[in-house]
């Protein structure tokens, strides 16, 4: 069973960049897919970007593409989310999700139930 912490998020304003990091331990990393969601005050947690086992398969949001990338180094068993061109928008608490195999469908993969293990966010703040 697989445990995800995540950090790098902060302050930060319009404009600027961000790197946030799962960090995962308990499994064999390298055969989960990974997601990023984001949840704002109020809001629905929406799905940013997912990535799947071998990095073939990627989705992004339609809000952050050309903006946010998601990449992993397995060996690291790490997950990496660099965000660029900031928002106010993006202002959210940011989840690092995982689920055993195949990355699912861009439809399945924006349904919070389609992933098992979560970590516990970390926020993220773009003044303007």
């Known amino acids: 069973q697989v445990q995800l912490v995540e950090s790098g998020g902060g302050l930060v304003q319009a404009g600027g960049s961000l790197r946030l990091s799962c960090a995962a331990s308990?499994?064999?990393?390298?055969?989960?897919?990974v997601a990023w969601f984001r949840q704002a005050p109020g809001k629905e947690r929406d799905l940013v970007a997912a990535?799947?086992?071998?990095?073939?398969?990627?989705y992004y949001g339609e809000s952050v593409k050309g903006r946010f990338t998601i990449s992993r180094e397995n060996a690291k068993n790490t997950v990496v989310l660099l965000m660029n061109s900031l928002k106010p928008e993006d202002t959210a608490v940011y989840y690092c999700?995982?689920?055993?195999?195949?990355?699912?469908?861009?439809?399945?993969?924006?349904?919070?139930?389609?992933?098992?293990?979560w970590g516990k966010g970390t926020l993220v703040t773009v003044s303007s």
């Open positions: 308990g499994g064999t990393f390298a055969i989960y897919s």
């Open positions: 990535i799947g086992w071998s990095s073939a398969s990627i």
């Open positions: 999700a995982a689920t055993y195999g195949g990355l699912p469908s861009a439809s399945t993969s924006r349904l919070k139930d389609a992933w098992g293990y």
